[in-house]
T-cell receptor, first 116, second 113 residues
Framework: EAQVTQNPRYLITVTGKKLTVTCSQN?????MSWYRQDPGLGLRQIYY???????DKGDVPEGYKVSRKEKRNFPLILESPSPNQTSLYFC???????????????FGEGSRLTVL | AQKVTQAQTEISVVEKEDVTLDCVYE???????LFWYKQPPSGELVFLIR??????QNEISGRYSWNFQKSTSSFNFTITASQVVDSAVYFC??????????FGAGTRLTVKP
């Protein structure tokens, strides 16, 4: 079954304790991205990746890191989480068209993170 | 600057009413893509449609239809004869060729029986 898998789905942590949210897709998609969803703000893009070893900042990259060492995985790293990073996080993947344009996004189920 | 505005925060209708969700976008790019996604109460995000900037034909899929007007930078979504199962948050999104994806704040649609 084609899917995007995120882990953990729920996490409560404390300020400053490094954490990683994993994301894996089994569709051989070139494009992967991370979003955070906050009430009234919709989804905001954190980082995206066009292919292995290629990553770019989205709208709200501060406080986050990513890596793309393998095509299927795109982990999101919070080196020193702060309470303002409490949010619902979504990973997504997509094929890229002939001109490098993004296709339909396939989303993971979301990871709800609380930073105390 | 790339921006998507969904001015309607919440809409409530009674079943079988038609409802239109507005989406206005801003971009300087001549080539771009527009999307609509649905987020039902269960929380997952579901793709509805993708449209490129060169294709201004309206699209109909069952009870759903989309009206793309480049002249007004709008990509509105209409649900005909709404049903309770249509209750969800709907997001409009814009992606120019650089793959930066911008979402609107979403419109929460409630369809009452």
């Amino acid at each position: 079954e084609a899917q995007v898998t995120q882990n953990p789905r729920y996490l409560i942590t404390v300020t400053g304790k490094k954490l990683t949210v994993t994301c894996s897709q089994n569709m051989n998609h070139e494009y992967m991205s991370w979003y955070r969803q906050d009430p009234g703000l919709g989804l905001r893009q954190i980082y995206y990746s066009m292919n292995v070893e290629v990553t770019d900042k989205g709208d709200v990259p501060e406080g986050y890191k990513v890596s793309r060492k393998e095509k299927r995985n795109f982990p999101l790293i919070l080196e020193s989480p702060s309470p303002n990073q409490t949010s619902l996080y979504f990973c997504a993947s997509s094929f890229l068209g002939r001109r490098g344009e993004t296709g339909e996004l396939f989303f993971g189920e979301g990871s709800r993170l609380t930073v105390l | 600057a790339q921006k998507v505005t969904q001015a309607q925060t919440e809409i409530s209708v009674v079943e079988k009413e038609d409802v239109t969700l507005d989406c206005v976008y801003e971009t300087r790019d001549t080539t771009y893509y527009l999307f609509w996604y649905k987020q039902p109460p269960s929380g997952e995000l579901v793709f509805l449609i993708r449209r490129n900037s060169f294709d201004e034909q309206n699209e109909i899929s069952g009870r759903y239809s989309w009206n793309f007007q480049k002249s007004t930078s709008s990509f509105n979504f209409t649900i005909t004869a709404s049903q309770v199962v249509d209750s969800a948050v709907y997001f409009c999104a814009l992606s120019p060729n650089n793959n930066d994806m911008r979402f609107g704040a979403g419109t929460r649609l409630t369809v009452k029986p």
